[in-house]
């Protein structure tokens, strides 16, 4: 029998269970690509959620928030603005600077696959209302204008034919080109949102589009959904999962429905009883920001200690890459990708397709982790925080044996009362975070 259609009640679309397909994913790409990645400037300053943070929005270190930045009219990326283009360079005179002309969808897909990419997310209108898609909307968008090209469209193509699922990224309650008042606070930030119903209609009627033309398999709104159009989302969750079965949304339509909670930085709760996604750059930012450098960006290690990390845990890892203006991905950024990708051509039996175990995480006084993933009757361990050489660490209450997924480890294992003693005896920092599999 066909599958049964959601229609437009909260109860309907309550019945929508998370697709496996995206449970199994564990790895996604997002991508922050826009006006803002020509300037690619924000100082940087702290992790979104850090208990520092102080003036945020004055020193915020999301190059994609340039034009509040410059809005404010004080802090360091004012400073820098009017320094470097002068007070009366207007955030769209940025527009016809965003070429594009290095863009080669086909060779984003590429990495990304490399990476090991399960699904990618790009930003199809940020905060600064500017489309990267030909919107019947709005001519504020990059068919008409900057590129001209459907951005959207063609990353959508690109990434499908390389066999990498597309979701979508939407600024749903935030639109800078309907309410454009200075936020240097939440209450600026929420009381700017979504100013008239005009705005709850284009938001409804660009989701919708987005929907019909692209049929995403994840719907990533941010901030929030416009309160004047809360009533018509469920047919508007409806509509998407009977046009894409098993799409996802996130937690950002004012969480009355989701498919799964979204963490970004240090705000958000992760609960291993409900999937979730970490999300966040590999700097402080989304966009691309040419002041973070190398030394700037999260290390190799720390990256897989995060997927490793959130994946125990029941999340997927949605890591961000700020591509810049002529559309290419910084080099420091590929080579991150890289290094994970070849980390997971190794590990990844552990990673995709696995569920959480009922072990807990353990984080040792001693720096080394222990995380936990299964599939079926099969346990993976990953041992995180080790030093080069030897290392012992107990899996408790295991019968069985565990064995290496990277052949260049020796590993002895030795039962010692209701559990097994691990020993490596060749580790090196190379190897980042080892899984060993119970599979014989
Ligand atoms: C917690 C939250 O609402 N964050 C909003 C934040 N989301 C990031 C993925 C970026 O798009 C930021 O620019 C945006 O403000």
């Known amino acids: 029998m066909a599958d049964k259609r959601y229609t437009g009640s909260w109860e309907s679309i309550q019945k929508h269970e998370v697709p496996k397909w995206y449970d199994d994913a564990k790895f996604g790409i997002f991508i922050h690509w826009g006006i803002y990645s020509v300037p690619a400037y924000a100082p940087h300053t702290w992790e979104l959620g850090d208990a520092q943070v102080t003036d945020w929005f004055c020193n915020n ?27 009366d360079f207007k955030y769209e005179d940025f527009i016809p600077m ?38 019947k909307y709005t001519d504020f968008n990059s068919v008409k204008m900057g590129p001209e090209r459907d951005i959207t469209g063609e990353l959508t193509d690109a990434v499908r034919s390389a066999g990498i699922r597309m979701g979508l990224y939407y600024s749903g309650l935030i639109d800078w080109q309907f309410a454009n008042d200075p936020i240097f606070d939440d209450d600026d930030l929420f009381g700017t949102a979504s100013p008239t119903y005009a705005y709850a209609d284009f938001s409804y009627n660009q989701m919708k589009e987005l929907i019909d033309k692209y049929e995403p398999s994840v719907l990533w709104n941010d901030i929030g959904w416009p309160k004047q159009s809360e009533e018509a989302m469920p047919y508007l969750f409806a509509h ?57 960006l999260i290390t190799v290690p720390k990256l897989v200690n995060l997927l490793v990390s959130t994946v125990a845990n029941n999340g997927n890892l949605l890591l961000n890459i700020g591509p810049k203006a002529d559309g290419t991905i910084p080099a420091e950024q590929v080579r991150r ?63 069985g044996n565990l064995r290496p997924l990277d052949e260049r480890l020796q590993i002895e294992t030795i039962p010692a009362g209701d559990g097994l003693l691990v020993r490596t005896k060749n580790y090196q920092a190379g190897m980042y975070a080892i899984g060993l599999t119970s599979e014989g």
């Open 98 to 135: 965003w070429k594009a002309e290095n863009w080669n969808p086909d060779e984003w897909a590429r990495i990304f696959k490399k990476a090991g990419a399960q699904y990618v997310v790009l930003t199809t209108k940020h905060h600064d209302g500017f489309c990267l898609f030909p919107s």
């Open 61 to 87: 270190p999301y190059a994609e928030w340039y034009y509040n930045s410059v809005n404010v009219g004080r802090g360091p990326g004012y400073e820098h603005h009017v320094e470097k283009y002068g007070a």
């Open 240 to 296: 998407y999962y009977n046009k894409v079965r098993d799409g996802v949304v996130n937690d950002r339509f004012n969480g009355k429905h989701y498919d799964f909670l979204t963490k970004e930085y240090q705000v958000g709760e992760m609960d291993r009883s409900q999937k979730w996604e970490m999300c966040r750059g590999m700097g402080l930012s989304f966009g691309y920001n040419e002041i973070e450098g190398d030394d700037q």
């Open 337 to 399: 990708l890289e290094i994970l990708g070849e980390w997971l051509s190794v590990n990844g039996v552990g990673i995709f397709g696995t569920h959480p175990s009922d072990r807990e995480s353990e984080i040792r006084e001693d720096g080394m982790e222990l995380h936990y993933t299964r599939k079926d009757h099969v346990l993976y361990v990953f041992a995180d925080g080790l030093k080069d050489g030897v290392n012992e660490f107990l899996i408790s209450d295991f019968h």
